[in-house]
């Protein structure tokens, strides 16, 4: 939502924001970053009593706020997992302020530690579906960098900074945007395309594979092949290597067709890695659709996984944060529920004698029964002792007080479990954690 009246471009810089100073309902905690046409902040929001992160835009004569208006228009009609959401944007005491998704880090701080392979595999996956949501779109980024990526809770990454992003349409006239490092040089001569982000985030994953940014004239083998040759398959090097041509009709011709491309990959890795023949069942059942079936055999009345993820269609339940086969955030959304209602914030199900949702820490519930009612599904009970109330396996927090459940749940039927959590995982089927994300 944009509101506020028009302002003219004669403003001059606006000065900085203080520590505790307050700006509409958001009280700022700190500076996260600074650069020539914009700030951004930490802040409290004072009404919702959640963190955000705030853009403010430091507007003078040589910057319109037209640009960051086009950046929240562009930005809000890409919905996606893994691409920042806008919460909203209005005119503050004079300020034009952009409210954001706070993240943990940037994947540029990330970058300055060291990656574990399967970690970096998988925010690859990330950073490939949102560019390629982006591009179905009709967008084109052109400012692909690791500063634009926000790392979240859970290894969750996600796509930010619209404000370069150009429509494609028929015909496209463009500058020069976008950060030199990782530029695509039609890009630099003012004709961006859908191929330009594609080498954009080519070398940022050869940066993220390798440790280390390739630099003009590109020539193979280039700097940290080595590094690159011994942590990932040639295919992907091969990936790579398609995406940061310099002549942009021997690259993928979009981020759609890349990341195809890295999913094939990882689909054929996978079958390799399981020992399953490529070729099993019956005409028509794909391998995946076969070991599903086996899945549902095996842990589908325990883990009552009776919806379908909604990007890959895998069997999931209410209760799984992440889909343990492409990693989608709350797969089961939008599904029918086993519950007689369902959460406003998170649209799981609940019971109508719960006071909070178990799965999201969401806001209490207005009361609709004034006893409790019995359910086979209970097989725990909360472990603060003021409480003491009925739990149904895997949910994060108690319905009746609110406590988090610390104690890990396990998986009956196996004894594996996350690494990252502690929760039960079936590790011989799963790609991710179903209640962190985390990469098995």
Known sequence: MIAGPRRTEDWSETPLLRARQKIGKYRILGRLASGPLADVYSAYDTIHRTRMALKIPRLSRLVSHEAFLHEVQVAVKLRHPNILSIVNASYIDDRFVIAMELGERSLAERLERRIATARALDLAGQALAALAFAHEHKVIHCDIKPDNFILFPGNRLKLADFGFAKISLHTLKASGSGTIDYIAPEQAMGRPKFQSDVFSLGLVLYRLFSGKLPEWPYEWPLAGYDRLAARVRPELIGILKKAIQLDPAKRYASAIDMQAAFERLQSHARKQKSGAPSHAGKPGQSWRQLQWRQFQREFGKILNTRQQCRHCEGPVAESMQSCP???????????????????????????????????????GFEEEAVRRYPDRRYTEKCPNKRCGGPLIPFMRYCPWCRSKIKKPWKLLGTRDSCRACGWGVARSYWNYCAWCREPL
């Open 325 to 363: 086969w492409c990693g989608f955030d709350n797969p089961a959304r939008g599904s029918e529920s086993a519950f007689a209602s369902s959460c406003p914030r998170c649209e799981r199900g609940v019971k109508n004698d719960w006071n909070y949702c178990p799965w999201c820490y969401g806001p």
